[in-house]
T-cell receptor, first 113, second 116 residues
Framework: GNSVTQMEGPVTLSEEAFLTINCTYT??????LFWYVQYPGEGLQLLLK?????DKGSNKGFEATYRKETTSFHLEKGSVQVSDSAVYFC????????????FGRGTSLIVHP | EPEVTQTPSHQVTQMGQEVILRCVPI?????FYWYRQILGQKVEFLVS????????KSEIFDDQFSVERPDGSNFTLKIRSTKLEDSAMYFC??????????????FGAGSRLTVL
């Protein structure tokens, strides 16, 4: 079946620090990969996605590269801001079954001024 | 920007009581979902709904649960005879292209259910 494993949080950083949140996956079929973000009091929203191997998704300074050889989709940002404080969810859909997204447990990011 | 709205934001109930969680999906979306997240655990898929019927459900979605689209705009999750382990955040979501690998969901802010 499909599963997503994310690093445990919380991740606590100072403003302008480099961010990496690890995500690895297992999938039946060929997956599409996603990062969603949940800001306090809001629903999950799409941050970025990649639908085939070696694609890089990017948005708002965040990037993630679809690595088939390591089954990974790590989220990175070169310089975080306080406003990036949120919970980040890695997810996948797969053509090996339904296209219903499978999510990880989420990683909380706290950025201090 | 269109959004998914959920009510109530927080509900406290006694064990054994029935609970209805309500959602208004984005109006032109065709696929609707319920997920839940028990504190500290993964966001788990419960059920998907398309063309006025359940299209897929997980093992969690047993006879205790039911979904309905009563009036063309609301999408409800009913939990009969709640148990302590039903305490969780319940997320409603919708999408307009549920049969594609690039299926992107729009989520509501969630309804926190606390069963005492």
């Amino acid at each position: 079946g499909n599963s997503v494993t994310q690093m445990e949080g919380p991740v606590t950083l100072s403003e302008e620090a480099f961010l990496t949140i690890n995500c690895t996956y297992t999938a039946t079929g060929y997956p599409s990969l996603f990062w969603y973000v949940q800001y306090p009091g809001e629903g999950l929203q799409l941050l970025l996605k990649a639908t085939k191997a070696d694609d890089k998704g990017s948005n708002k300074g965040f990037e993630a590269t679809y690595r088939k050889e390591t089954t990974s989709f790590h989220l990175e940002k070169g310089s975080v801001q306080v406003s990036d404080s949120a919970v980040y969810f890695c997810a996948l859909t797969s053509d090996g079954g339904s296209y219903i997204p499978t999510f990880g447990r989420g990683t909380s990011l706290i950025v201090h001024p | 920007e269109p959004e998914v709205t959920q009510t109530p934001s927080h509900q406290v109930t006694q064990m054994g009581q029935e609970v209805i969680l309500r959602c208004v999906p984005i109006s032109n979306h065709l696929y609707f979902y319920w997920y839940r997240q028990i504190l500290g655990q993964k966001v788990e898929f419960l059920v998907s709904f398309y063309n006025n019927e359940i299209s897929e459900k997980s093992e969690i979605f047993d006879d205790q649960f039911s979904v309905e689209r009563p009036d063309g705009s609301n999408f409800t999750l009913k939990i009969r005879s709640t148990k302590l382990e039903d305490s969780a955040m319940y997320f409603c979501a919708s999408s307009d292209y549920g049969s594609s690998g690039a299926n992107v969901l729009t989520f509501g802010a969630g309804s926190r259910l606390t069963v005492l």
